[in-house]
């Protein structure tokens, strides 16, 4: 492993950031819309340089061009000032370079600024069976100075034994502290808020247990399909490409203790005790516990849309999911007996993330008891499509022959109304921001990711041995029914069936 120490940027410190894939989809989608923000606000260094790295032959002049594009797709006209935009590509350059060839590494470094005290950050928007040889590669091209770091895009390996395998192969080039393992929902303002929500208002902090809440929702819902990615999802399924990251990340957030700072081991160490509390799955839990499902062609927004096995490119024989409901259980004091009910799936009937808090009613209900029903408050904590709060409370309703008839009413906290700022920052530009300042709190350390997949791996190996297709569910609705019946039995419902 190299000796090299952590990059210590500071806000407006001058980098050069590296990306390999730089013509993708995530670079030109995501990363360039992101950077330019940034600048725009002020928040790149001053002589700071973006390098796009890919095996396409062209210059400087025309990765420019296919920059501009995407941010004019991508950018509101308003927010696309001239005078910015052309500050912005002043500081893009392209490199020509077949990732696995060593040799043409060396042209990169004669790019790169050789003073010492800059920063380097080599954003790695690749396939993650590309981050060993890009590392080493790297190495051997003297590219990695005093003060790089590397960024590493999710899904890292498809089980713990493959992901221990790119890890490993970063590890001997790269130190823990100069790794930067992202989940782009751990950038998001309304997930970052759940910190201050939690731990900076007494009135949710003391509630926070067993005590006082039955159970807890976790919904990442998409109206999409595969979107032509028939290949490559067949491999991966809904529990690699969404539980393994997203969703255990927001578990670990809802659920962790206070940690004792707001430092970036702290929080993550706080993390991985979620994970480890974490009940594992039984084969004989399966049943009960865990429903899996595949969509079939179905009606989204009004339109016909065709079922997974029906997409180009299906392979009849696939038992891949495309929808997964999971009754997890979490070892420890503070939620003994609390549920996590987690639901994701493709074609659903909406793009929705969200986090549902059910606080148990008042142990003695004095009004009317056919409105008991409605005793529970709720908190739900938005993550798309508009990131808020909404605290679901009783009132008496309204009128002077109402009596004390009871209504639910929310407080909202929506953020894009809520705050001076036109709009609200997309998550990698957070993620960038903090990947500059040398700040990894936001960032998946190494243990967070395998006891992820360990709890993830044994529940797929259970459906392995089973050998059976998922449940059928039809375009358009909110999965199989079974994953209904799963709460239904213990008393619950999703929030959306309310």
Known sequence: MTTTGAIMASVNRSSDIVIFGALGDLAQRKLIPALFQLDSAALLGQDTRIIGVARATQNSDAFRRRCQES????????????????????????????????????????ILDISAERARIFYYATPASLYGAISRNLTKGDCINTNSCVVLEKPI??????????NDQVAEYFDEAQIYR??????????????????????????????HISHVEITVAEKVGIEGRWGYFDQAGQMRDMVQNHLLQLLCLTAMDPPDDLSADMIRN??????KALRPISAAMCNTHVVRGRYTKGLVEGNPVPGYM????ANPNSHTETFVAIKAEINNWRWAGVPFYLRTGKRLPEKLSQITIHFKPQPHFIFDESQRHLAQNKL???????????????????????????????LNLNFSQSF???????????????????????????DEVEHAWTWCDQLMQHWHNENKPPLAYAAGSWGPKAADLMLIKDGNCWYEDQ
Not at 87 to 106: K, P, S, W
Not at 194 to 205: D, E, M, T, V
Not at 380 to 408: A, C, F, T, V, Y
């Open 157 to 166: 390996g498809h089980n713990l034994r493959s992901s221990n395998e790119v």
């Open 380 to 410: 739900i904590i938005r993550l798309q499509p508009e990131e808020g709060i909404s605290l679901q409370i009783l009132n008496k309703d309204h009128g002077l022959n109402k009596g004390m008839h009871l209504r639910s009413e929310a």
């Open 182 to 211: 992202i989940d782009h929902y751990l950038g998001k303002e309304t997930v970052q808020n759940l910190i201050a929500l939690r731990f900076a208002n007494p009135l949710f902090g003391s509630q926070w247990n067993q005590s």
């Open 270 to 275: 706080e993390k991985v005790k979620v994970l």
């Open 71 to 110: 941010l004019t797709q991508r950018i509101k006209p308003d927010e696309l000032d001239a005078a910015a935009l052309q500050r912005f590509l002043a500081r893009i350059e392209y490199c020509i370079i077949n990732f696995t060839d060593a040799e043409g590494y060396h042209s990169l470094k004669t």
């Open 420 to 446: 001076e700022q036109n709009r609200v920052p997309d998550a990698y530009e957070r993620l960038l921001l903090k990947v500059m300042q040398g700040n990894q709190y936001l960032f998946v350390r190494r």
């Open 310 to 313: 029906e997409e180009e490119g």
